[in-house]
T-cell receptor, first 116, second 112 residues
């Protein structure tokens, strides 16, 4: 199946710093990628839709200035958590649609962010 | 407002028996449904999907049933194996929007 690589898998940072998470589609092109967040024992919540070459679409309640998304190429989307705070600690997962394979979403392995 | 609901947070089944995981949705715009399996600190793994034009889709030990009138779908795993123990998420998609809405998950424990 298609592979989506997400890096890093685990990051610990100090409050106030910024963290960048990368999501790459390894064997296919993805014009659309999605970023999800999961808090412990809760469901995955869609944060934003990342579109190659255009601005991301954010879900209601997600601060676009805090969660910067860049989808500069057909195989790479990045999520930057700016000025991270402890309440941003969560599990972040990206996913991508391979445009010729129908509606299956392929997920990255996730990034566990812990903000001290 | 939870558009996709999995009302059973956990399920325990004996090895070899059938596991039935249920999911309800409220948004009539959803027209594609998927089941994912997830281990802690890992991304979800796709299991099986079904389009709203079908009422059943089968793949090996996994079968998904869709009842559109009831806005209900279920995942059947038979026979259940200990390796099936994980959290299972139901997800729904409005294919016009292409983003998934997830349920809260059901933790399945298959006892040897």
């Amino acid at each position: 199946g298609a592979v989506v690589s997400q890096h890093p898998s685990w990051v610990i940072c100090k409050s106030g710093t910024s963290v960048k998470i990368e999501c790459r589609s390894l064997d296919f092109q993805a014009t659309t990628m999605f970023w999800y967040r999961q808090f412990p024992k809760q469901s995955l919540m869609l944060m934003a839709t990342s579109n190659e070459g255009s601005k991301a679409t954010y879900e209601q309640g997600v601060e676009k200035d805090k969660f910067l998304i860049n989808h500069a190429s057909l195989t790479l989307s990045t999520l930057t958590v700016t000025s991270a705070h402890p309440e941003d600690s969560s599990f972040y997962i990206c996913s991508a649609i391979e445009d010729t394979r129908g509606e299956k979403l392929f997920f990255g392995s996730g990034t566990q962010l812990s903000v001290l | 407002d939870q558009q996709v609901k999995q009302n059973s947070p956990s399920l325990s089944v004996q090895e070899g028996r059938i596991s039935i995981l249920n999911c309800d949705y409220t948004n009539s715009m959803f027209d594609y449904f998927l089941w994912y399996k997830k281990y802690p600190a890992e991304g979800p793994t796709f299991l099986i999907s079904i389009s709203s034009i079908k009422d059943k889709n089968e793949d090996g030990r996994f079968t998904v049933f869709l009842n559109k009138s009831a806005k209900h779908l279920s995942l059947h795993i038979v026979p259940s194996q200990p390796g099936d123990s994980a959290v299972y998420f139901c997800a729904a998609m409005d294919t016009g929007r292409r983003a998934l809405t997830f349920g809260s998950g059901t933790r399945l424990q298959v006892q040897p």
